[in-house]
């Protein structure tokens, strides 16, 4: 019965054979090609998402540019949650930067978890409380830095994005247009 997403479930959850099956039917484990978008602007969440390898990006079309706003990559949740609690179109897209595999949770089956696995309702709150306070830290310290302190901070927090993204892709992450993140690059490294 031990499959990854029970693996995954019982680093933080002591889990029964009746509750490790229940997450086995709940939340399968999907492989997706890198360039799939895995929610597009407009569209209702139905699903949420666990990085099990991979990296996917959150990005907004702002006037016919994408704008890349974050980054999940293993051991990280993918969700839409304005989208996907309370039902409605979705205002950004989710791709697939690389291949991926990614455990998935519809929203029927998450409410039939917390019924058949009360105690993982607590983990969901506890986790999301968690990335709620990480997410604050990381856009206060966005809003208050210059671009090459952002470039800085993402050198010392995520450096494997440098090798795992695209530079456009990571330019528009920092808010910055690529030549201008290729002068911050040159700007550091002469230092």
Same mark, same amino acid.
């Given at each position: 019965?031990?499959?990854?997403?029970?693996?995954?479930?019982? %680093?933080?959850?002591?889990?029964? *054979? /009746?509750?490790?099956?229940?997450?086995? /039917?709940?939340?399968?484990? /999907?492989?997706?090609?890198?360039?799939?978008?895995?929610?597009?602007?407009?569209? +209702? &969440?139905?699903?949420?998402?666990?990085?099990?390898?991979?990296?996917?990006?959150?990005?907004?079309?702002?006037?016919?540019?994408? %704008?890349?706003?974050?980054?999940?990559?293993?051991?990280?949740?993918?969700?839409?949650?304005? &989208?996907? =609690? !309370?039902?409605?179109?979705? !205002? @950004? $897209?989710?791709?697939?930067? /690389?291949?991926?595999?990614?455990?998935?949770? #519809?929203?029927? =089956?998450?409410? *039939?978890?917390?019924?058949? +696995?009360?105690? $993982?309702?607590?983990?969901?709150?506890?986790?999301?409380?968690?990335?709620?306070?990480?997410?604050?830290?990381?856009?206060? =310290?966005?809003?208050?830095?210059?671009?090459?302190?952002?470039?800085?901070?993402?050198?010392?927090?995520?450096?494997?994005?440098?090798?795992?993204?695209?530079?456009? @892709?990571?330019?528009? $992450?920092?808010?910055?247009?690529?030549?201008?993140? &290729?002068?911050?690059?040159? %700007?550091? #490294? !002469? =230092?």
């Amino acid at each position: 019965m031990e499959n990854d997403i029970v693996k995954l479930i019982s %680093r933080f959850l002591t889990l029964t *054979e /009746e509750e490790s099956t229940a997450f086995v /039917e709940c939340i399968p484990i /999907e492989s997706f090609e890198k360039g799939t978008i895995l929610l597009k602007e407009g569209q +209702v &969440s139905r699903e949420s998402y666990f990085v099990i390898q991979g990296c996917v990006r959150k990005y907004y079309l702002i006037e016919g540019d994408e %704008r890349t706003t974050a980054f999940y990559i293993e051991d990280e949740s993918v969700a839409s949650l304005q &989208s996907y =609690k !309370n039902r409605t179109p979705a !205002n @950004h $897209y989710f791709e697939c930067v /690389e291949d991926c595999r990614l455990a998935v949770l #519809s929203y029927d =089956k998450e409410q *039939e978890l917390f019924q058949r +696995v009360p105690k $993982y309702e607590s983990l969901c709150r506890m986790s999301m409380e968690e990335d709620f306070g990480a997410q604050q830290e990381s856009l206060a =310290k966005f809003m208050t830095s210059s671009p090459e302190q952002r470039y800085k901070t993402l050198l010392e927090s995520r450096p494997d994005l440098l090798q795992r993204v695209p530079q456009y @892709h990571l330019a528009s $992450y920092l808010g910055v247009k690529p030549e201008s993140l &290729s002068r911050i690059r040159k %700007r550091i #490294s !002469n =230092k």
